[in-house]
């Protein structure tokens, strides 16, 4: 089936620093999101790109849809402990959302 | 408005016991999902409901049975339970159309022994 692949995996960083983490696809979308997951909770979107090339921002984050709409960039600015957690991309496999693929994840852990 | 409900919290299993996971919304949700994931891993996609009496399989199916009898509720049914099953299973749920924003139970850890 359809995979979305998130690198890194995992990251370990100090607070203060920026983090950036990817997400790529075989094929194209046309709507990319990025989903976080508290421990012991389910995801929670955070940011929803809709056209190649758009840049949003949503506080420390910052995300963008790719320009040949086979990937997109989350960036954290400044990270703090609470940002810890497991990010993930996701797109629709269809245009009414019914369906949803979501990527393998990267894990962010914050030193304080 | 209390989201998306899901029980139980927890739950151990010994092979080829049957169970249901429960879960409800109260956003008057048209379509509901059920997700697993596995450690480390991301969402797979279990089954999916467009509405009342509609529903269709998704990525991962196999030993698993859904019904959706009202609007609201979207129970999730192992049959014989197996060491494969072992997993943290999310229910989801969104209005519909153009909107994007799928909410998340807290989800349900399930280990089969």
């Known amino acids: 089936g359809q995979q979305l692949n998130q690198s890194p995996q995992s990251m370990f960083i100090q607070e203060g620093e920026d983090v950036s983490m990817n997400c790529t696809s075989s094929?194209?979308?046309?709507?990319w999101l990025w989903y976080k997951q508290d421990p012991g909770e389910g995801p929670v979107l955070l940011i929803a790109?809709?056209?190649?090339?758009e840049l949003t921002s949503n506080g420390r984050l910052t995300a963008q849809f790719g320009i040949t709409r086979k990937d997109s960039f989350l960036n954290i600015s400044a990270s703090i402990p609470s940002d810890v957690g497991i990010y993930f991309c996701?797109?629709?496999?269809?245009?009414?959302?019914?369906?949803?693929?979501f990527g393998t994840g990267t894990r962010l852990l914050v030193s304080p | 408005n209390a989201g998306v409900t899901q029980t139980p919290k927890f739950r151990i299993l010994k092979i080829g016991q049957s169970m249901t996971l429960q879960c409800a919304q109260d956003?008057?949700?048209?379509?509901m999902y059920w997700y697993r994931q596995d450690p480390g891993m991301g969402l797979k996609l279990i089954y999916y409901?467009?509405?009342?009496?509609?529903?269709d399989k998704g990525e991962v199916p196999n030993g698993y049975n859904v019904s959706r009898s009202t609007t609201e509720d979207f129970p999730l049914r192992l049959e014989l339970a197996a060491p494969s099953q072992t997993s943290v299973y999310f229910c989801?749920?969104?209005?519909?159309?153009?909107?994007?924003?799928?909410?998340f139970g807290s989800g349900t850890q399930l280990s089969v022994l």
């Open positions: 094929s194209i979308f046309n709507t």
């Open positions: 989801a749920s969104i209005k519909g159309g153009t909107n994007e924003k799928l909410f």
């Open positions: 409901s467009v509405g009342a009496g509609i529903t």
């Open positions: 956003m008057n949700h048209n379509y």
């Open positions: 790109l809709y056209k190649a090339g």
């Open positions: 996701a797109g629709p496999l269809d245009t009414g959302f019914q369906k949803l693929v």
